[in-house]
């Protein structure tokens, strides 16, 4: 789990607390600080690490999501790692539910989310199931939900960790991976409640996420996932939404991509 200065300290405790709470605990848990953080939000640390003995790495300065994450990987012993997001609330029986996937050696896996906002109202995410469905769909979004995703330690130090891509960061690694041949699975079940507020749209709109969309489909280019004609199109399309404004992306993401 990766943490950062503007952090929600509430929401940052549910998501601590959820991960305890599970019916099949972690065997590690390790909290990146990307930079220094607030004052409430070092309270909030301190308090928990205290009741729950989870590790933490403090990085000098915010790297952001890719760099944090490498850096926390290089500390990462187990054989798998589960990711987790720190406003977003794990399922009593998140982890259990993904041993029996690890129990059959695969290498890639995730499920659905349910996205909440601030006025309470839930949509759940949906992703793919299959190997071949997510291969497929990878051409157009991305096919796994970052926040519910397990994967091998060894494969993905291999690949190199999670590329520079702001914002799609997990994107760009998901095509690097299925470049391979992997044995990849999404449940088709929810394990992750996520928020999903305001300032995710702002978040994803405008020339950077353009440039972030350009680098993505260079990469499946580059790894055989697509072809040419189909990244222009898509890339056309991306480039034309994201410069709308985020009321409107808003409203694509809520009632067209769910």
């Not at 943490?3 to 929600?8: E, I, L, N, S, T």
């Not at 982890?95 to 896996?109: A, C, G, I, K, V």
């Not at 702001?166 to 996520?194: F, M, S």
Request: hydrophobic share 40%; charged share 30%.
């Amino acid at each position: 789990m990766s943490v950062y200065d503007k952090a929600d300290p509430r929401l940052f405790e549910k998501a601590i607390h959820s991960i305890y709470s599970n019916t099949l605990l972690p065997d590690e848990v390790l909290v990146i600080l990307d930079g220094p953080v607030n004052e409430n939000l070092q309270v909030t640390i301190k308090n928990l690490k205290e009741k729950y003995k989870f590790e933490s790495l403090a990085l000098d300065k915010n790297l952001g999501l890719a760099k944090a994450l490498n850096q926390g990987l290089s500390k990462i012993n187990t054989d798998y790692v589960v990711r987790a997001d720190s406003d977003d609330i794990n399922l009593s029986h998140r982890f259990e539910t993904l041993s029996h996937l690890m129990s059959e050696n695969y290498d890639l896996f995730g499920s659905y989310i349910e996205e909440f906002d601030d006025r309470h109202r839930k949509r759940i995410k949906k992703v793919p199931i299959t190997k071949d469905s997510i291969k497929k769909y990878i051409c157009f979004r991305n096919p796994f939900n970052h926040m519910t995703i397990c994967f091998k330690t060894k494969l993905v130090k291999e690949a190199g960790g999670y590329p520079i891509v702001d914002l799609k960061e997990d994107y760009a690694l998901w095509i690097k991976l299925l470049g391979k041949q992997l044995k990849v699975k999404n449940i088709n079940k929810v394990l992750v409640e996520v928020f999903a507020g305001e300032e995710m749209y702002l978040r994803r709109r405008g020339f950077k996420s353009i440039k972030s969309e350009f680098k993505i489909q260079k990469l499946l280019l580059e790894n055989n996932l697509s072809n040419y004609s189909k990244s222009i199109i898509i890339l056309t399309i991306r480039s034309f939404i994201l410069l709308m404004p985020a009321k409107f992306i808003k409203l694509i993401y809520s009632y067209f991509l769910r």
